[in-house]
């Protein structure tokens, strides 16, 4: 259930779902500061949730492209550099956060649908950075990383992270000093408003129940997630999609946000305006790509569909929540796709994954079915050298 940032998901779990324990909402970390600090949406108190755990702490970054010649966070105080956002997150919070209280010169591009769009564009030169977590990072920049065309310049965390610091990158602390302070503001201040937004962070991706929920069925979903994540198959599923797994407890998680909700309300109006971007802002226009071909393979029980396009395969990633599919204009589940018919991909461009031609639809149209013989299922892989369909420089609105 996507929407504002996860606020649609959270205000969901607190005040549609069952107060039974069969929801469990997987929500976003910044669902609890955004509704202390009072902002539109949400229809909660995070600390009324009951907080079940999160598999992971996680420590956000900021990087930039290596071509924009930044070796440091001192550059983004000299000139100016582009980042992008996908909403009410990191991905812009941070920014904001560095221009309205340190004076960095972050220009905001708004308005790309995920983090990987992000990547693919910094890839291209049409941005110079991002702000997300580095979990994130890691995987979704891991071939600029690899080659060394991207830089993280700083940590945002309260704790360093072992990764990072084994990479040489500095805490965020090192550069809260009265040389680095927009006008007006003051250090106490500042280091105050940055401490509350990296302290929701180190619930990581975290997992919460609605209030009313019988305290009995709660502490017993509770032991059931620390169960799990010590379960052998678990831990081996989750080093396959490189990640590690750090437990948080839904009593340490429970009581972040309740030390949160004792932040004077003034400062917590404070940092609420600081949020808002000050500077230079455009919006993104994607334009959505379509694609027509003959089914050819289906793999993962229909998570990819290749199909023949004017002879060239191109492979789509159909994801369960995000991608909508259609059969004969009618809703239909992915697994309603068969080989033989003739399907449309509607999608925003590759992926960051660049060499696989993966692309991440938005959109899955089987406009009609066709009668030849299916096509050798292993025939259309994942395959290196695809089209790229989306424009060198996507226009902004």
């Not at 956002?85 to 990191?90: D, R």
């Not at 309603?336 to 899955?364: P, S, W």
Request: charged letters at 25%.
């Amino acid at each position: 259930m996507s929407g504002a940032g996860g606020i649609v998901a959270a205000n969901y779990v607190a005040n549609a779902a069952p107060k039974d324990g069969t929801i469990i909402g997987a929500m976003q970390r910044s669902v609890a500061l955004v509704a202390l600090l009072g902002q539109k949406g949400p229809k909660y108190k995070p600390q009324e949730l009951n907080w079940l755990g999160s598999l992971a702490k996680e420590a956000g970054v900021c990087a930039l492209a290596t071509r924009t010649g930044a070796t440091s966070l001192d550059a983004v105080f000299k000139k100016q550099f582009v980042m992008g956002g996908t909403g009410p997150n990191s991905t812009e919070f941070w920014p904001a956060l560095f221009r309205n209280l340190m004076a960095a010169k972050f220009k905001l591009i708004r308005g790309y649908p995920s983090t990987p769009q992000i990547h693919l564009a910094i890839a291209r030169g049409e941005l110079d950075g991002v702000c997300q977590s580095w979990a994130s990072v890691s995987v979704q920049a891991s071939a600029m990383l690899k080659a060394g065309t991207i830089k993280p310049l700083v940590q945002v965390s309260l704790h360093p992270d072992p990764e990072m610091t084994k990479l040489g990158v500095p805490m965020l602390q090192e550069f809260l000093t009265a040389d680095n302070l927009a006008a007006g503001q003051n250090l106490e201040d500042v280091k105050l408003f940055f401490k509350l937004t990296v302290i929701p962070p180190v619930m990581g991706r975290p997992f919460a129940m609605a209030p009313g929920v019988p305290k009995e069925r709660v502490e017993a979903v509770r032991a059931a997630f620390i169960a799990m994540s010590k379960d052998p198959i678990f831990l081996e599923d989750a080093k396959r999609l490189r990640r590690d797994i750090e437990i948080v407890t839904g009593e340490e998680i429970q009581k972040i946000i309740a030390d949160l909700a004792k932040t004077p309300k003034e400062k917590l109006a404070a940092l609420n305006g600081h949020f808002k971007f000050k500077g230079p802002v455009e919006k993104v226009k994607l334009e959505i790509v379509k694609h027509t071909g003959r089914v050819v393979a289906l793999k993962r029980g229909g998570r990819r569909v290749v199909i023949d396009r004017g002879g060239k395969k191109v492979t789509a990633k159909v994801s369960g929540r995000r991608t909508k599919v259609t059969v004969g204009g009618k809703k239909a589940k992915r697994k309603a796709i068969k080989i033989g018919m003739t399907c449309t991909f509607d999608y925003y461009g590759n992926n960051t994954q660049e060499g696989t031609g993966v692309h991440e639809l938005t959109r899955l149209d089987r406009s009609s079915s066709g009668e030849t013989a299916p096509a050798d299922p292993e025939s259309g892989g994942l395959l290196s050298g695809a089209s790229n369909p989306w424009p060198r420089r996507p226009p902004v609105a």
